[in-house]
């Protein structure tokens, strides 16, 4: 088990003032059945009214609005969670069997359907297919997924929130979110249904306890053969004890750790730097 400290700041930069600002931040873990939240707080700078709620998802969130002219939003989430090394059992089962299953869960049919961002491009299909023909669910569900990592570069800046499966494919570059959409779209192409999940990844598996390293927002797949089952495609590696969840949802736009509008008439930039700390 370990227990890490998890240190998150982002916000918008305004070019120029504006009035008002409507916002939903989901950045804040939950316990469960592998990981402990200790402790949780969101500091919203400029101060505002803030509502709290868990989303149809289940994912905790901050809504809240600043009604006074500012120039800059600033949020930090702090939180300190106990993470449990994740078994992944064998779930062997027919396919015929999974799909009875999935037929009588609302949760998997409505991780089932492609969205917008997870649509995937023919060649990603052919190959999810045939590599469904020859292995049971879970086991092509893992190989899916390894297929994809495999296939796609991890780079920054080449995308951005709105890169769709399809655009990140074709051009074999991305960020985690983009290499989770198309592990999603691929899954569910076979009838595998599959989640989007979001959170943190301790970068460094041997730290030592007290360093603290540079991390960053991370997203990864769940998929359903029996019951859910975690794999990180980006670096191709099971979901341990290093891995924080915040979220899930279909796609990204379900969980996005931030988003709002504002009323100016100027531009804005984002900013995030996330700390993670080993502390056991």
């Not at 969130?61 to 002219?69: D, G, K």
């Not at 800059?72 to 078994?87: D, G, I, M, Q, W």
């Not at 960020?175 to 999940?197: E, F, K, M, N, W």
Request: proline share 6%.
């Amino acid at each position: 088990m370990k227990r890490l400290r998890i240190r998150h700041t982002t916000g918008y930069r305004y070019n120029g003032e504006v009035a008002t600002s409507y916002n939903e931040a989901r950045m804040l873990p939950a316990t469960s059945p592998d990981q402990f939240v200790l402790y949780s707080n969101l500091d919203i700078n400029p101060v505002s009214s803030n509502h709290n709620y868990v989303d149809y998802w289940g994912t905790r969130v901050s809504s809240f609005e600043v009604l006074t002219p500012h120039a800059e939003l600033t949020l930090t989430a702090n939180s300190l969670v106990e993470v449990s090394p994740r078994e992944h059992p064998l779930h062997p089962m027919p396919w015929e069997d999974l799909a009875e299953l999935v037929a009588c869960s609302t949760a998997s049919v409505e991780q089932s359907w492609q969205t917008s961002l997870t649509e995937p491009p023919a060649d990603v299909v052919a190959a999810a297919a045939e590599i469904a023909g020859r292995l049971d669910p879970c086991d092509a569900a893992q190989e899916i997924c390894r297929f994809v990592g495999e296939n796609m570069a991890y780079v920054q800046g080449v995308t951005g929130v709105k890169t769709n499966a399809r655009e990140a494919w074709a051009d074999r570059r991305g960020v985690c979110q983009d290499i989770t959409h198309v592990a999603l779209g691929a899954l569910r192409s076979v009838g595998i249904p599959a989640r989007y999940v979001s959170g943190y990844l301790h970068p460094k598996p041997e730290a030592l306890i007290g360093e603290t390293v540079t991390g960053e927002s991370h997203a990864w797949v769940e998929w359903f053969c029996g019951d859910w089952r975690g794999y990180d495609p980006t670096n191709q590696i099971d979901i341990g004890d290093r891995h924080v969840g915040v979220g899930r949802g279909r796609d990204y736009n379900d969980i996005a750790p931030l988003r709002g509008v504002y009323a100016g008439s100027g531009g804005s930039q984002l900013f995030v730097k996330v700390e993670i700390t080993r502390e056991s």
